[in-house]
């Protein structure tokens, strides 16, 4: 039998003993009861308790079944929330499905929000996408509801949300509206519904929603990879692995307490001693975290350096992966692991050309407290005596992909301000003549976009100048960003579609209202990422002019 503590985690005096007696290495346990006949005080009972942990081959015994339900699991929680879901509202609408296929192409999953499946569809169509095909794939889902009556569920794992819904029209005469900007004064469409009700209680609703949902997003990306809230099954999991297996004398114990585990003991140098250890048997089936980062385990220690050991190979003593962590006495502290900076170690030495710690195949955790670090080294915050190591959780995590981005990109609309800024314009295009007319829409706009900016979610307004599809998309490298609310221009659904799924990765876009056209022919532009880290946040006072005094302390609501 074998035993699962390396040689090599011992006072180097401890293996010059195991070599000068001609150790038999096909029989290790006569290895540890030869050299333990020299050992004074040696406590044999525990050191053949740790060795009855065993199986024949070497393995730790069986995991009971609570863990390998746990590891499964942990695999299959993986599969929904490795990438997150990114939620299209409007996404039948002109705008919206464009969006849809942009993320798809982006090879992100998607939650479409539509009131109507079939409608959807045929948009979908428009963009190339096959929506049950995609739905198949698990790439989309579809979630049919109205905005105004949406439930928890539309937020399960989403991480982004675009915002894409508008007040639905249709033509009124035989000349259908395609640009809010230009037009007629006469009102050529009837409304589907009351802007009030879309632009503003609908995107109230959503982001309302969406902020209690999206808050726990970074908890959404970590896992619990085991618990600790069974203490029977806890003792069954996890064992003391101590120095005694090699003479030693150090003790240590393991045991669940609210809902931890807590490792403590006493850790002694004498008989070449110096190290003390709690390991998880193997699990029968390996836990796959290969979705995941690393780990986090959240600490309570006392100011000595451990170990935590990963083990991807069924040997007692075969390769491990450690990684070394400080601790402060009497604090929780969250420490972050991850999975690339673990050593491949084997017997206390690097190995620099053994294969990395691989999150797919993860056998047991072991943590440690001892003397040495590796190659020999010495743990600097080592010293004999009593220790406790409380470990509160661990946990598996996922890098956020695109920290201090817009977690919500709406699509709002140029000269949403001007109804209330009519001095200002010697000439008043002609959405803003009409808005009075259907509904006081541009007031309405004005409002929903408050909602999202006083959110609290990370945010980006790109308010589209008129949106015609006649013309050729420029590309976003050739869109023109402006803001204060003076642009006049046009921009296609297509270009509008692109910044909204750029604006997902693009840090200078959080938190900033802008407006968007394309290019005029003659125009001399700045590079995207220029007139992108350009743009002034909301907040700023920098602004030249700040369309949003109404934020936090007046609200925009019309009354
Ligand atoms: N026209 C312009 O020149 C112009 C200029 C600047 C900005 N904008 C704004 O840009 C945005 C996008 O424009 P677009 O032309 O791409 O939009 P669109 O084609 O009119 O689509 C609007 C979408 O909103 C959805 N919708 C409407 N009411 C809803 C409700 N109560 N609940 C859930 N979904 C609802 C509809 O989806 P379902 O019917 O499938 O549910 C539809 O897909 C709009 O806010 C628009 O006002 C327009």
Redesign the pocket.
Known sequence: MYLFISPGHLPLRSKQIFRSKSVNHTRPHRRLLITSAHRPAWPFVQALRTQLVYSANGRLMRPSATTVNLAERTASHLKRCLYGVYLV?????????RVVSGLLAQQKRVRA????RE??AE?LKDVSVDMVEQEEKGRLDVFV????DISPELFTDVVRIAS??????RPSTSTA??????GSQSVPFTM??KPE???YV?VKNLVNNAAKQLSGIDERNTIAVLEFTDPSTVSAQWKPVNDVVMGGVSQSIVRAESGGLIFSGNVSTENNGGFASARMLDLDKPMDLGGYDGLILRVKGDGHNYKMIVRCEPKSDGLCHCFTFKTRQGEWTDITMPFKEFNSVRRAKTVDDAPRLNPKHILAFQVMLSKFEYDGELNPTFSPGSFELSIDSINAYVEEPNPGCPRIVH????ATTRTLRKDEFEVQIP?VQLSDKIGR?LDW?LAGEDAVRVSGIPYCIL??????DESEPVGIDNLFFDQGDFLIGNVT?DD?AALIVKAFSSPALTNVTTEVCARADDQELKSLEEQLSDLKLDESEKRKFAPFPYIPTRTSVPQ
Request: hydrophobic fraction near 25%; charge should be positive.
């Open positions: 509202t409007g996404a039948s609408g002109r705008t919206g499905r929000l539509t009131r109507d409608r959807l948009a509801s109205d905005l105004f894409c819904t508008g007040t639905s029209t509206n395609s640009n809010s900007q230009g589907e519904n009700n879309v632009e609908g699509m709002g609309s140029a959405i829409i706009k308010r589209a100048t008129g949106l015609n659904r509008m």
